[in-house]
């Protein structure tokens, strides 16, 4: 059975940083590529990072609104994949979901930006 | 970024009612490929979202067949042959023939 599990939310400053990770299982983590999705208080749907697979020389891509405050990142030897939230604005408060080709998704983590 | 639009934003329907979403792009999602790359999600009341249809009209797997996708170009549409109470929630339409991938606003199934 395939799973996705996020961690790593919670209540942060705004300016401050946090370190999102997605553990998985049931699938062959090696070959797949990654994405963090995001959802909004107001239920909309982002796609904000996409990682590919080794053979794909891990090939990164990014919201273009995310750019240089993100970073996605991956590790086969644990089956997970993480992002990096830096400089946070509230604007960022989401649930946080990492995902496998749109037919997987992690239960999500709820990141609240807030002073 | 291409931009999609849903109507309805909502949609009351009675058990048993066929109903149907539109899901219209800013820019035909037809890639050089010749594949659509236009899906449809549905998220369940406190669940994350699970993938409905891809690539515009083929069924995820252990998805009913009560559920039907169509179109091509700009204008696509879900439909739902009689609707069931498990149907209830949000469904979304994405794109990933353009980057980056960008959802619909979501339409809202409810019932009446």
């Known amino acids: 059975e395939v799973q996705l599990v996020e961690t790593g939310g919670g209540l942060v400053q705004p300016g401050n940083s946090l370190k999102l990770s997605c553990a998985t299982s049931g699938f062959t983590f090696s070959t797949a590529w990654m994405n963090w999705i995001r959802q909004t208080p107001g239920k909309r749907l982002e796609w904000l990072a996409q990682i590919e697979d080794k053979s794909n020389n891990y090939f990164i891509s990014y919201l273009e609104s995310v750019k240089g405050r993100f970073t996605i990142s991956r590790d086969d030897s644990k089956s997970s994949v993480y992002l990096q939230m830096n400089n946070l604005k509230e604007e960022d408060t989401a649930i946080y979901y990492c995902t496998w080709s749109l037919a997987y998704w992690g239960q999500g983590t709820l990141v609240t930006v807030s002073s | 970024d291409v931009v999609l639009t849903q109507t309805p934003p909502t949609l009351s329907a009675t058990i048993g009612q066929s109903v149907s979403i ?80 960008t959802f619909g606003a979501g339409t809202k199934l409810e019932l009446k």
Do not use: M
């Open chain 2, 22 to 101: 539109s899901c219209r792009s800013s820019q035909s999602l037809l890639h050089s490929n010749g594949n659509t790359y236009l899906h449809w999600l549905l998220q369940r009341p406190g669940q994350s979202p699970q993938l409905l249809i891809y690539l515009v009209s083929r069924l995820e797997s252990g998805v009913p067949n009560r559920f039907s996708g169509s179109g091509s170009g700009t204008d696509f549409t879900l439909k739902i042959s009689g609707v069931e109470a498990e149907d209830l929630g949000v469904y979304y339409c994405v794109q990933g023939t353009h980057a980056p991938d």
